[in-house]
């Protein structure tokens, strides 16, 4: 029996550290590290199902083509017949096109392991070509956070068991981060009152003290409402003017701009619920705000979370023990690059939003094109100076989890060669020429920081690779290396090399500096907490221009946007598609990641309030279509209490939906605004 | 709900109809007239019908190999008893099997069908008494392992059940399938007064099946599971025919052939049988189907 | 008997991950159709408001086990311990414990045509461990414990939940803390 350390890399808050037991070369279980203060030993359903995962009779273990698409007709090629085909079609693009433009990576979440930007190095390597980049998940909030604080960074997730008062505002940890849960039970053993506040009624409502539900969209308003009687009932922070940056601006504009009766209204948050709440939030030190990703994915989603976070700081609750106002970090991110881009130290990485485009080299500006990852299909289908000729799918799924499924169609029919690196076939794989399989992270070196606590480790394999799999860093040496062999010198990404050499060399000295250990083999070792302080912001200082917390963003209106956070309302439904439609993740699963738990259930299932079920004259099981101008689903009615008459959910599915209002400026792209999507409703 | 147990129903209604005979078989023998050619044919009717219904009770196991457990726990378990006494049964069996093969070897000459004696001429002086204790301790036997059968299902975890309802369900079967098959299977070696009996037996089983079941299913409603099996069994078609063919119309041919002159209607004897045969097995499924345990009803 | 040891389920704790089942999987590398430990949703009509709530049952280690009394080949034991064992080798796979159990516990495994279920991970225990299921649990809502009146005596400890058989039958070494309802607010 031999013990191997992991990390699960799939894009979750929790990021769990995994010890993986093998025997003879084979998995046999995979258990927590008990070692790690947030997996504390324990793993969620998704992970302890690795080992059927690894093993799947399902798994594609060997390069495979497909010679007309959509046939479902694979056959099994070797990796010199795969790998000649991809350089091949790389060269004739060059030499056709005169530059390597035609040529597209769409790489994002599937895994978050670093050594999977290798993909993104490999295309700098050959030269500039076309990226998807941006996020389809956090984007307006991130934004908007660094508006407000100067960098996106949150208290560690075991400072909320000190808190008093716990809102937690558009966020489902029962579902989407249940090791937060036993530390907000602690926190509800020690005392603390919990809020929970959603659109609809979630596991994690359901055990919370009390449960808000607020209209879609409309939780910027609500914190803005939740000001207004701060201000009226004198629980504003005394000290706002010794780390703030316009203060009086903001109070100004909630005095004369917002009003309860108006909130209330559109919220259907009652004024007495808005006022009990606020004074509870203002009395109560400390009092942690925890902000969900789906607050932000509407097209007012960034101005939302700088209401939120303005609230936090009106009170007084930034830099508090126990309090401020969580969204998630991004200060354990900061690896070398190296992998990614053997030219540019810093480069930017289209898969893992951790750079800005400021930060994105002049070279690169200047060479590559860049598509925004939301509208992908579109923006791509619209190049034509080169057209883009050949898309490499990595590590996402976008026929499954993208909005515009017609304008995919449209893109696929124009391309010479479609690659898919991944586990399974999927909906992407369904369109695909090659499909490449890759490794899991029980069998490649990587290394994995989470967004959420402030653990970074390395994973070390297991198992030797399952089948032929290959790694996304070996299958990118493998394609320079058959790249320089047909023609010398197209491709600057190194031929072979060293997994563990190669991940260490992302641990550079800000990241040693960071993890406080002198060397990166340290971390060979074990997972390592980075040294920052558990409580984000205890000392207010920002790092904001102004070094103090901006109510008023200078950056804000130089890029066009308010410089306050004030209230956009959402998109309204219309006569043609009624109901707003949400989707929300599901305990077993992440986006288009299925882990089955029992037997699958072949049909989505549409939940809706049992009173607007009946006013469709649905009955649980009946079969309905949901559409609007872009789609159309075939759903199975299923009622259930705790939602909005306007409202209905199907957990996770594809879905179009126009973008957010934030996210351009740190993230290159604006985001997706997933929870404005409207349609209409029918029975069968 | 259950599911269709073939091999359940066929080990149990075999089995009545096989200890049913016997029964019916010992009652004829009770004075002395049992005819010696009906008392072969009925063992070995019976024996084969014991045989086959043995043989199906296995494949309800997963492991019939090892069904030699089965009698492992007779403390607390129906299913341990019933083994046991389905295998003395089959024990006792064997004796009147011998028994049986005795009086063919003293009976050679004059072997006609049409010879209608008596078990005390033509035993050749075997005393009967061996002959009537044999029936009854396999009857009794066989009955016992019929109502062990029945208090197998006896369970508290399933109201339709939980009550007195197998137990007087399967002998009724019992009784009606034995008095029906011996009918058949006498023919014309029965006296008339003897045919009378049978046939009385036989509707009188019918009535009371009839007034139990209404009785029975007018008690299941008490509980939200009974109700279910209730309405399981109202709302198959399996059970209207199954009444048609086990109630209705043995009520009105049994009334038919006994009013008829010399009760000899052979062949609506015969389809009284056949109906009410089929009748009991639909019955029996429907007694497994329907069957509606307490369960948790928590959404999955 | 000793002692009887069992399971404290917190309704208000489990968050429906299914966890435990997974974990109990891992453990004994079960195939996928016997549940030994399946996680339910609590029935909404049950309670005044929506409730979201789950709880996670495998065998209950019943005081009076109907599954070891109909069992014929004696393939069920009760321990000191009170964990009630099934020996598949002693089993024949005749099903009468599946019929038996309101809980439906004992499960047919269709592949080796016997019966199996949960037994408390008694080599566990005998070494000082808990079960795989308790070990799993992410926010700690699944509890071994030992039943005795010192447990039902305190409050909020429940002996069954809303959609559960009736205790009385096979009296189920299992304990509920049941949900508490927090306070909704919504304007429809």
């Given at each position: ?684 | ?295 948790i009803?928590?959404?999955? | 008997?000793?002692?009887q040891?069992g399971f404290l389920h917190n309704s ?43 709880f996670?049952m495998?065998?209950n280690h019943c005081a009076h ?37 309101p809980y ?41 414990v030992e039943i005795n009146d010192s447990l039902d005596q305190k409050t909020g400890i429940l002996k069954t939940l809303p959609g559960l058989p009736s205790p009385k039958i096979t009296s189920p070494s299992i304990r509920f803390i049941g ?10």
């Amino acid at each position: 029996m031999e013990f191997h350390q992991n990390i699960c890399p799939r894009n979750c808050y929790d990021t769990c550290s995994i010890i993986s037991t093998t025997h003879n070369g084979v998995l046999i279980s995979v258990e927590g590290n008990p070692a790690h203060e947030y997996t504390l030993g324990k793993l969620c359903p998704k992970a302890l199902d690795d080992v059927k995962k690894v093993y799947s009779p399902q798994r594609i273990r060997y390069p495979m083509r497909q010679q007309v698409r959509y046939s479902g007709f694979w056959e099994r090629i070797s990796w010199d017949e795969a790998l000649t085909l991809i350089a091949e079609k790389i060269l004739n693009l060059e030499e056709t096109y005169g530059t390597t433009l035609p040529l597209a990576l769409n790489k994002y979440s599937g895994n978050f392991g670093i050594l999977h930007n290798a993909m993104e190095g490999l295309f700098t390597g050959i030269g500039a070509t076309t990226r998807a980049i941006g996020s389809p998940c956090w984007s307006a909030g991130v934004e908007a956070q660094t508006l407000d604080f100067g960098t996106f960074f949150c208290s560690d997730p075991l400072d909320m068991s000190k808190a008093k008062l716990i809102w937690l505002w558009g966020v489902n940890p029962a579902w989407t981060a249940v090791h937060q849960m036993p530390i907000i039970f602690d926190a509800i053993d020690h005392g603390a009152k919990v809020v929970c506040f959603d659109t609809h009624f979630s596991a994690t409502a359901a055990r919370a003290h009390r449960y808000v539900k607020v209209c879609p969209g409309t939780d910027g308003l609500l914190a803005l409402g939740f000001a207004k009687v701060l201000l009226e009932e004198g629980l504003i922070d005394p000290n706002l003017g010794s780390y703030t940056f316009g203060h009086e601006e903001f109070i100004h504009y909630i005095e004369t701009e917002i009003s309860l009766d108006h909130c209330s209204e559109i919220t259907g948050v009652p004024i007495s619920t808005i006022r009990n709440l606020a004074i509870e939030y203002g009395q109560t030190h400390p009092a942690c705000i925890w902000a969900g990703f789906g607050l932000q994915r509407y097209t007012n989603g960034g101005q939302t979370l700088r209401a939120i976070d303005a609230l936090g700081a009106l009170a007084g609750h930034l830099g508090e023990e126990g309090g401020g106002v969580q969204y998630a970090q991004f200060e354990t991110w900061r690896f070398s690059g190296a992998i990614q881009d053997p030219f540019h130290p810093i480069n930017s990485s289209s898969n893992a939003d951790q750079a800005s485009v400021d930060n994105l080299t002049l070279n690169q500006k200047q060479t590559d094109r860049l598509l925004n990852i939301n509208q992908f299909a579109e923006e791509a289908f619209n190049c034509t100076d080169p057209p883009v000729k050949m898309l490499w799918i990595s590590g996402r799924n976008p026929l499954s989890q993208d909005g515009n499924l017609q304008q995919w169609k449209k893109l696929i029919s124009q391309l010479d060669l479609i690659v898919v690196s991944d586990l399974f076939h999927s909906k992407s794989s369904e369109a695909a020429d090659l499909f490449l399989p890759i490794t899991t992270h029980y069998e490649h070196w990587d290394l994995n920081s989470s967004y959420w606590h402030y653990w970074v480790g390395v994973n070390e394999p297991a198992i030797p690779p399952v089948g032929e799999s290959r790694s996304d860093l070996q299958i990118a040496w493998d394609v320079s290396s058959k790249l320089n062999k047909l023609k010398p010198g197209s491709c600057a990404f190194p031929i072979s090399g060293d997994e563990k050499e190669t991940l260490l060399r992302e641990l550079g000295p800000p990241m040693l500096d960071i993890l406080g250990i002198k060397k990166a083999e340290d971390l060979l070792n074990g997972p390592v907490r980075a040294k920052y302080p558990r409580t984000a912001w205890e000392n207010r200082t920002f790092a904001t221009p102004s070094r103090r917390y901006e109510f008023f963003s200078s950056r804000a209106s130089d890029a066009h946007l308010s410089p306050l956070p004030i209230f956009i309302p959402p998109l309204n439904s219309s006569i043609d598609a009624p109901l707003r439609l949400l989707t929300p993740h599901h305990h077993s699963t992440i986006n288009s990641q299925v882990y089955a738990t029992g037997t699958a259930n072949p049909d989505y299932v549409l939940h809706l309030a049992p009173e607007l079920a009946q006013r469709y004259d649905l009955a649980v099981g009946d079969r309905a279509q949901i559409w609007n101008e872009s789609g159309l689903l075939e759903v199975v009615i299923q009622p259930i209490l705790g939602i909005s008459n306007d409202v209905v959910i199907v957990f996770q599915e594809q879905v179009e939906g126009p973008l957010t209002d934030m996210g351009q400026l740190t993230l290159g792209a604006r985001g997706f605004a997933l929870n404005e999507t409207f349609v209409n409703l029918r029975k069968l | 709900m259950g599911d269709w147990e073939w091999p359940l129903i066929l080990f149990t209604v075999l089995g009545q109809i096989a200890i049913g005979i016997i029964l019916m078989l010992w009652w004829l023998a009770r004075n002395r007239n049992l005819n010696i050619q009906l008392f072969k044919r009925g063992v070995h009717v019976s024996g084969g019908l014991l045989l086959i219904a043995l043989l199906a009770s296995l494949f309800h196991l997963g492991h019939p190999e090892a069904a030699y457990r089965a009698l492992a726990h007779l403390g607390s378990s129906w299913l341990s008893r019933e083994i046991l006494f389905f295998l003395l049964t089959f024990l006792a069996w064997i004796y009147l099997f011998r028994l049986s093969r005795q009086q063919t070897s003293s009976h050679t000459l004059g072997s006609g069908a049409s010879i209608i004696t008596t078990a005390e001429t033509a035993a050749g002086g075997q005393p009967t008494s061996n002959l009537s204790l044999g029936l009854g301790i396999t009857s009794l036997l066989g009955l016992l392992g019929i109502a062990s059968s029945a208090m197998i299902y006896v369970l508290p975890r399933v109201p339709a059940w939980n009550n007195g309802g197998p137990v007087l369900f399967f002998l009724l079967t019992t009784g009606l399938l034995g008095a029906l098959c011996t009918l058949v299977l006498g023919g014309n070696l029965l006296q008339t007064a003897q045919k009378k009996l049978l046939l009385q037996v036989s509707l009188g089983c019918t009535i009371f099946s009839l007034i139990l079941s209404v009785i029975y299913g007018s008690m299941l409603s008490a509980s939200m599971e009974g109700a279910a099996s209730l309405n399981y069994h109202l709302s198959s078609p399996l059970f209207w025919v199954r009444a048609l063919v086990s109630w209705l119309a043995p009520l009105l041919l049994l009334v038919i052939i006994l009013k008829s002159p010399d009760l000899g209607k052979k062949n609506l004897i015969l389809t009284v049988t056949l109906l009410v045969g089929l009748g009991e097995i639909l019955g029996r499924a429907l007694f497994y189907l329907s069957a509606t345990g307490i369960q948790i009803t928590a959404l999955f | 008997m000793s002692k009887q040891l069992g399971f404290l389920h917190n309704s208000e704790k489990c968050v429906g991950c299914r966890g435990c089942e997974i974990a109990c999987k891992n453990e004994y590398q079960i195939e996928a159709t016997p549940q030994w430990r399946k996680v339910f949703q609590l029935h909404e009509d049950d309670f005044s408001l929506p409730t979201r709530m789950f709880f996670s049952m495998a065998c209950n280690h019943c005081a009076h086990p109907e599954c070891l009394r109909v069992c014929p080949v004696k393939a069920y034991t009760k321990r000191e311990d009170g964990i009630v064992i099934h020996d598949p080798n002693r089993c024949i796979g005749c099903r009468l414990c599946t019929m038996a159990c309101p809980y439906d516990r004992p499960q047919i495994n269709p592949a080796k045509k016997k019966v199996e279920k949960c037994n408390l991970c008694y080599q566990r225990i005998d070494q000082g461990e808990k079960p795989a299921c308790v070990t799993a649990c992410i926010p700690g809502a699944l509890e071994l414990v030992e039943i005795n009146d010192s447990l039902d005596q305190k409050t909020g400890i429940l002996k069954t939940l809303p959609g559960l058989p009736s205790p009385k039958i096979t009296s189920p070494s299992i304990r509920f803390i049941g949900p508490k309802q927090g306070k909704q607010i919504r304007r429809d």
